[in-house]
């Protein structure tokens, strides 16, 4: 069953992509830092310390705040039941059920001896990914807070400078995105695969075999196994964020965020 839902994900959304021509199903008018979406096109917005959940008509469904931690950095929606929020000025993680109530007690890495965490990112069976930019590394910790793998100092072993912006995993690896080099991948126990030159990607997103981004020429997508490249039409609005689920386009602007079905 679930690598069905996987092939079906890919079809729809390259499908979404195939058209030149887009339908606005909603419009979410509101100001907003970022945002992101789960597989059920659900969309979450960030304000600075407030994550705001919203169904794909617009509709909106819950409010999480939390004044002690200061602005929320990143939020992991991958698991729908339990979600990540990192707040990397406090060295917090929190983690939320879908309707964004709290679930246990805040994380604090610093507690954890990890006093330069950049990223982070939710792992499968309830784990999650750090990058540790005082040793360079990535770090992976299970629901007990224990060490389950790590990569060692990835700038002595790739040779090159890492400042990551993204950790994501999806689909059994683990994306690392470095603008400087591009996009670094590991396999679910943190083993160097691959790096993917997408140097200077203000944004991607893993989705099948392809990895979707944005560059200063609009949305691309490229085939990590094969290599191919495609570059698509976008509707014409201003965006400078987006997300693909199941065939519908999400854009965001400072403003307000667009969701789109193609025709």
Not at 175 to 196: A, C, E, M, Q, R
Not at 225 to 230: A, G, L, P
Request: glycine share 4%; net charge negative; hydrophobic share 40%.
């Amino acid at each position: 069953m679930k690598y069905i839902t996987s092939i079906l994900l890919l079809l729809f959304s390259a499908s979404c992509f195939s058209q030149n021509n887009f339908n606005l199903m909603a419009t979410i008018n509101t100001e907003s830092d970022f945002f992101t979406t789960d597989n059920l096109c659900n969309v979450y917005v960030v304000k600075k310390n407030e994550l705001t959940k919203y169904d794909k008509t617009g509709k909106l469904l819950y409010k999480y705040s939390n004044n002690s931690f200061g602005n929320i950095t990143s939020v992991d929606v991958s698991n729908m039941l339990r979600i990540m929020v990192f707040y990397r000025d406090f060295l917090q993680v929190v983690f939320l059920d879908n309707t964004l109530s709290v679930t246990g007690d805040a994380i604090s890495l610093e507690q954890l001896g990890f006093q330069q965490t950049q990223l982070a990112c939710a792992s499968h069976n309830s784990g999650w990914w750090i990058y540790d930019q005082q040793n360079f590394e990535l770090i992976r910790l299970d629901q007990n807070l224990a060490k389950t793998q790590q990569t060692g100092n990835l700038s002595t072993t790739l040779f090159t400078t890492i400042q990551p912006n993204r950790l994501v995993e999806y689909d059994n690896k683990i994306f690392l995105n470095n603008p400087s080099s591009g996009v670094l991948i590991f396999d679910v126990y943190g083993t160097y695969n691959k790096t993917i030159a997408l140097k200077g990607a203000l944004q991607f997103q893993p989705i099948g075999d392809w990895i979707y981004f944005m560059s200063d020429n609009g949305v691309k997508a490229y085939n990590y196994i094969t290599t191919d490249q495609k570059q698509f039409d976008m509707p014409a609005v201003p965006y400078d964020a987006f997300r693909l689920e199941f065939g519908t386009l999400a854009l965001h602007t400072p403003r307000a965020i667009y969701l789109y079905a193609s025709e």
